[in-house]
């Protein structure tokens, strides 16, 4: 149905009215109730709720539904205000399609419908507005391709098509959009190259096209237009070297987003010359050569991350965080997989204390933890695992009691675990894995109740396992494998009833498998091979219906395999071996597919798949009879 039949100078205040009725009539679900509960006859509709009209006609001219909670299509008899000059449903839940009658309202200046659910494609006839100055359609799920005729539009100043599911190409007739300054057209699928012709948007300050599937060079235009602030092209298939003369180029840049491409060359020291920059992100490229020292000289600066290039092993850590020391705004520094060595300074305190992430992962860093990484009392976040590092770790370490996350995993870290790990409540995981720490589990790790992960595995740890540990509820992974534990496990593990991952192989430890075990019933990976561990298996096991991974091997468990074992529907990976067990394995489930377990070392079972070729289970008048005495001819090797 076409409801612009009839030229604009027949639409009256009625047509207004009798419009905006029927676009309350496609709204089905209003949450906050009553947002459009003045829309009906007791007022004059031009004092409605969202509803402003000019003063001369009594015409309405804006249209703001914004942040309403409104859920429904939107009417094509909005085509009928035709002295609307604004169109505002941002953050709603509007779906259907975008109508086409919206092209007839020729004094049409803002077009916001971002944040809903609308679908379809781009209305082609948005070209008739010809005074449209602002499009935004962010956050639909509107699809197709983006019309070429919207290079049209002389006044637009703001195009934002982002997070939609549109394809194709990127129309070079953008490129005639003399007033644009804000292109938003990130997380889509666009591919093919970035047109020429968008170099010839003089007035653009913000340029997004971030999260699509576009390749090729950056053409050389694009870098000068120098009123660019925002330049975000992360995660495309671009490639080339960038301009060595790029921050003289665009001198007003303060976001510089060109990460998880496939760029090469170096990194432009003329950056520094943009001296409003606050973020750089140029990482997951192939960039190489030396870190330019001068963007030390950027006092705005407060993120920086030029993760996984492979740049020239001669960058000096030491060197680099020293010059960094003056951008006292940085709040995250990434440098991981870059080649980086060098030792860590003690400079490294002096950097911003808004210094809150730091990431430094496999790269060569050697020598110690300094104690001036002490003094960054702000840090959430800091990673160093996979280095070189040697020495202790500082016994003060409770001084960053903001830490949130520590890595400190793969590297030559001995000495103790300090006990003032303690008094950083608030830490959520921490992972020492594959060091050589020696001495006992500090008590004190009971104090982080918001715990999450606590990875300590191939170390050599001695002692009991700390009641305490088993209080922290929060806990999802609990490895504590690869050391010299001994003990019992406590039956207080039952109390760690989020626990996903618990991995105690290879220790010292003894007694039985706690029956409380059977109340951690997200259990998805349970290792306890490599201890001596007795007696059987609890009944209790047979609540963990989530069981994906369970290891028990090399321990001194005996009786009967359970048959609950064989109706765990997710269980693909089942070590018994070299156990005591005896009696018959169970013939369902897991069991069926002797690729997925083994019983390997269990010298009295019998029964089980023929594969395994264990000799037959005695008949009911023959159960005296011992039949353990004969080996296997065949067990299969368990494959982790």
Request: proline share 5%.
């Amino acid at each position: 149905m076409i409801f612009l039949a009839k030229p604009a100078f027949g639409f009256t205040n009625e047509t207004d009215r009798e419009a905006l009725l029927a676009i309350k009539d496609r709204i089905s679900y209003d949450s906050l109730q009553g947002s459009l509960s003045s829309w009906n006859d007791s007022i004059h509709f031009c004092n409605w709720n969202g509803v402003t009209c000019g003063r001369r006609h009594q015409r309405v001219t804006i249209l703001n539904m914004s942040s309403l909670n409104l859920a429904g299509s939107l009417s094509p008899h909005v085509g009928n205000l035709t002295f609307l000059k604004e169109i505002n449903l941002q953050e709603n839940n509007f779906h259907g399609t975008i109508p086409q009658e919206i092209g007839g309202l020729f004094r049409l200046q803002f077009l916001r419908l971002a944040y809903n659910s609308f679908q379809g494609g781009i209305p082609i006839n948005l070209t008739r507005c010809s005074d449209i100055q602002v499009i935004d359609l962010r956050e639909n799920q509107l699809e197709g391709s983006v019309p070429p005729e919207l290079g049209t539009l002389s006044k637009l100043y703001e195009l934002s098509l982002s997070t939609n599911n549109l394809s194709g190409n990127i129309p070079s007739s953008l490129g005639n959009l003399s007033a644009l300054r804000v292109l938003f057209l990130q997380r889509n699928g666009f591919q093919g190259r970035i047109p020429v012709e968008l170099g010839h948007l003089s007035n653009l300050y913000i340029f997004a096209l971030s999260f699509n599937k576009l390749s090729g060079i950056i053409p050389a235009q694009i870098y000068n237009i120098s009123p660019i602030q925002f330049f975000d092209v992360t995660n495309n298939l671009l490639s080339g070297n960038f301009p060595s003369n790029l921050g003289l180029t665009l001198p007003k840049l303060q976001s510089f987003f060109v990460g998880i491409n496939q760029f090469s060359g170096s990194i432009p020291a003329s950056l520094a010359n943009a001296s409003g920059l606050v973020k750089i992100s140029i990482g997951v490229n192939a960039l190489v050569g030396l870190i330019p020292l001068n963007l030390g000289t950027l006092h705005d600066l407060q993120y920086l991350e030029i993760d996984m290039n492979p740049l020239d092993q001669a960058n000096d850590i030491s060197v680099l965080i020293t010059s960094l020391t003056n951008c006292t705004n940085l709040n995250t520094l990434s440098l991981s997989s870059i080649q980086i060595g060098g030792e860590l300074p003690n400079s490294i305190g002096n950097l911003s204390s808004k210094l809150a992430i730091v990431t430094l992962y496999e790269n060569y860093i050697s020598g110690g933890i300094p104690q001036g990484i002490l003094e960054l009392t702000g840090l959430t976040y800091l990673s160093i695992h996979t280095n070189l590092l040697t020495g202790s770790i500082p016994d003060s370490i409770g001084r960053l009691a903001n830490l949130q996350e520590f890595y400190l995993y793969t590297n030559n870290i001995s000495g103790k675990i300090p006990p003032s790990f303690g008094n950083i409540t608030g830490l959520s995981k921490l992972n020492l894995l594959d060091n050589m720490l020696e001495g006992s589990i500090p008590a004190s790790l009971g104090n982080c109740s918001e715990l999450r992960a606590l990875h300590l595995g191939r170390n050599r740890l001695t002692g009991t396992i700390p009641e305490e540990i088993f209080g922290l509820t929060s806990l999802v992974g609990l490895n504590l494998s690869g050391n010299y534990l001994t003990g019992s496990l406590p039956s207080q593990v039952g109390n760690l009833v989020n626990l996903v991952i618990l991995d105690i192989l290879e220790n010292k430890l003894s007694g039985e498998i706690p029956s409380t075990l059977g109340n951690c019933l997200m259990l998805t990976n349970l290792q306890m091979g490599g201890n001596s561990f007795e007696g059987g298996i609890p009944s209790q096991l047979e609540k963990l219906k989530s069981i994906e991974v369970l290891d028990i091997s090399r321990n001194n468990l005996s009786g009967q395999i359970p048959k609950f074992l064989g109706e765990f529907r997710f269980l693909t990976n089942l070590d018994l071996s070299f156990n005591k067990f005896e009696g018959e394995v169970p013939s369902g489930g897991v069991f069926t597919n002797i690729s997925l377990f083994s019983v390997l070392g269990n010298s009295d079972l019998c029964g089980g798949a023929e594969q395994l070729k264990l000799p037959p289970c005695p008949t009911e008048g023959k159960k005296k009879k011992r039949y353990g005495s004969q080996s296997p001819l065949f067990f299969p090797s368990f494959s982790s």
